[in-house]
């Protein structure tokens, strides 16, 4: 995992506890896939519903925007030092409820990748099911 890590680090600026992947596990022009496991500890169980910890849509959100950036950095089509920013979400549905331990999945689609501008969209699955969906918008700078 040391190496994977290693290299989400390069690949990502965000950092612990605002990192959510893990593994890239697919970086093509057309496609990206990642998976991060959201494990007990993580800080906002907490505070959100800390009777019934469930992952929040806005990390869920995150998760699939930060996959698709780093996906993309890993292809070469981001600068070494460009950072990503969401610009705007839309399209967000959410299906299912991510638990503690579980393992998200996010499969994400680009629609459109400029040297200005990142349009996405993505898919994060807990096994088969389909907890959360999104389209998004990001300005690249830096």
């Known amino acids: 995992m040391d190496n994977e890590n290693n290299e989400i680090n390069r ?3 965000h950092r612990a506890p605002f ?6 596990v697919e970086a093509g022009k057309d496609r990206i ?3 991060h496991v959201f ?3 993580e800080f906002f169980f907490r505070g959100h519903f800390p009777q019934y910890p469930v992952v929040p849509g806005v990390i869920l959100v995150e998760t ?3 996959s698709g950036g780093a996906g993309l950095r890993k292809l070469g089509l981001l600068g070494e030092n460009a950072l990503f920013f969401l ?8 299906r299912r409820q991510v ?15 400029s040297p200005r ?3 996405q969209a993505g898919r994060a699955y807990v096994g088969e099911e389909l907890a959360a969906e999104a389209e998004w918008l990001c300005l690249v700078g830096g």
């Open 11 to 13: 690949l990502l600026p």
């Open 39 to 41: 494990t007990e500890g």
């Open 64 to 66: 699939m925007a930060q």
């Open 19 to 24: 990192l959510f992947v893990d593994e890239i």
């Open 87 to 94: 610009a705007s979400v839309d399209k967000v549905k959410f």
């Open 33 to 35: 896939v990642a998976r």
């Open 99 to 113: 638990r503690p331990g579980e393992e998200v999945r996010s499969e994400i689609e680009n629609l459109r990748v």
């Open 117 to 119: 501008m990142i349009k």
